[in-house]
Nanobody, 128 residues
């Protein structure tokens, strides 16, 4: 089992930046591939980005590509989502998720159904 706790959300003006963190406890963090998802009011949860166990491979939704960056520090049991050039449509609750992966270098997972563990979420609000 792994427990995930997100932090770093808040209110920011359009064009601004935020960095979300997701701290993991429990089993060895480097055995988990990680993902970020978000859910806006009245909408379904959607994929934002994913990162492999090593951090070597990442994947992003088209809507955030070039603006958001996933990274991880396995020594600190933490994954990050750097969000730049934020837009009002980025407003949502952001969740990190984890799944055990056998692929250390390249395994990334885009579907929410691929993940077994979820954090409680952190609110990001972007004002225009």
């Amino acid at each position: 089992q792994v427990q995930l706790v997100e932090s770093g959300g808040g209110l920011v003006q359009a064009g601004g930046s935020l960095r979300l963190s997701c701290a993991a406890s429990g089993r060895t963090f480097s055995t988990y591939a990680m993902g970020w998802f978000r859910q806006a009011p009245g909408k379904e949860r959607e994929f934002v980005g994913a990162i492999s166990r090593s951090g070597r491979s990442t994947n992003y939704a088209d809507s955030v590509k070039g603006r958001f960056t996933c990274s991880r520090d396995n020594a600190k049991n933490t994954v990050y989502l750097q969000m730049n050039s934020l837009k009002p449509e980025d407003t949502a609750v952001y969740y990190c998720a984890a799944r055990i992966s056998s692929d250390y270098s390249l395994g990334v997972y885009l579907s929410e159904y691929a993940y077994d563990y979820w954090g409680q979420g952190t609110q990001v609000t972007v004002s225009s």
